[in-house]
């Protein structure tokens, strides 16, 4: 007798290739509508951790002290400040002139974090512009001289170093982004 082989070849389908592939495409579009949600879900929370933390600003933006150091910045002038910072620093300072410099420094301090939060993207540059911008340039028209002096006195660059970055910066936004002082503000600022 003589072997005889018979070669078949079966053709049909190769499921297990269909379920890798299916199963393929099934992580892709579930990986794909996850990083979708995740996107939505991060800029949710960027504007929630935006609205917190204006919030916030804003409660000591309008702190009746902070008001007051507005007020206090505008009617003195940068000369004036300067000249309380150089008495300040002097060998004698006096205790009526660390007073008045700690009611003055309370805006630029504040206007200081804003661009400590800048420079840390915690907060976008529209945001404070449409919140604060204009009090901030008109801010540092007044302590642009007065930082200076500052900076000179101590031998410290980083003097309202941020406050200076985040006013150039708002300088350069068009003025149909920034807020503007509204009757209402004039009016707080006044009280």
């Known amino acids: 007798m003589s072997a005889f082989t018979i070669s ?10 269909w379920v890798a592939a299916g199963a393929t495409v099934l992580t892709a579009l579930i990986l794909g509508a996850s990083a979708f949600l995740a996107y939505f879900g991060l800029r949710d929370a960027k504007r929630t951790r935006h609205g917190q933390l204006i919030t916030a600003i804003w409660a000591r933006y309008d702190d009746p002290r902070v008001r007051a150091s507005r007020r206090l910045s ?31 420094s309370r805006w630029p301090s504040l206007i200081e974090m804003l661009g400590v939060l800048y420079d840390e993207q915690a907060l976008d540059l529209d945001v404070i512009a449409r919140a604060w911008g204009i009090h901030i340039v008109d801010a540092w028209q007044v302590w642009q001289a007065p ?4 900076r000179d006195r101590r031998g410290s660059p980083i003097v309202f170093a941020y406050f200076e970055q985040l006013a150039d910066k708002l300088a350069a936004v068009p003025n149909e982004t920034m807020g503007r002082t509204t009757e209402a503000d004039q009016a707080a600022d006044e009280t």
Do not use: C, K, M
């Open 74 to 104: 505008s009617a003195y002038g940068s000369q004036r400040i300067v000249d309380l910072i150089d008495r300040l620093l002097s060998d004698n300072p006096t205790v009526a002139d660390a007073v008045l410099y700690e009611q003055f």
């Open 147 to 150: 930082a200076r002096r500052l």
């Open 8 to 17: 078949v070849h079966v053709t049909g389908t190769d499921w297990a290739a």
